[in-house]
C-alpha cells in the first residue's frame, strides 16, 4: 500500500512540474523575459516579437541579452527561412 502511495505522489509531482512549466511559458512569463532579453537591442520591437514567437514554441528564453543560448538548445537551434538564426 506504502509503494502504490509513493508511486501516486510522485507521478503527481512530476505531472503537476510538467503543467507549471507550462502555463509559465503563457504571455506573461514570455513578456517579461523577452522585454529583459531585448532591453539593449537596436530594434526592440522586432527583437521583442520573434523573442515571443520562439518563447512560446521553446517554453524558455536565455539569460542575458544576447549570449548564453546554450541555455535553451531549442531557442538556438530555430532559424528563418534563410537558414540564420531566428531568435534573438
Do not use: W
Not at 524558455?60 to 531557442?75: F, R, T
Amino acid at each position: 500500500m506504502k509503494l502504490v502511495l509513493v508511486t501516486f505522489l510522485l507521478v503527481s509531482l512530476v505531472l503537476s512540474s510538467f503543467l507549471f512549466e507550462e502555463s509559465m511559458a503563457g504571455s506573461g512569463f514570455c513578456a517579461y523575459k523577452c522585454k529583459a532579453r531585448c532591453a539593449k537591442a537596436d530594434f526592440k520591437e522586432r527583437c521583442f516579437k520573434h523573442c515571443n514567437i520562439c518563447c512560446q514554441k521553446c517554453s524558455c528564453v536565455p539569460s542575458g541579452n544576447y549570449e548564453n543560448k546554450h541555455e535553451c538548445y531549442c531557442y538556438r537551434d530555430m532559424k528563418n527561412y534563410k537558414g540564420l538564426p531566428k531568435c534573438p
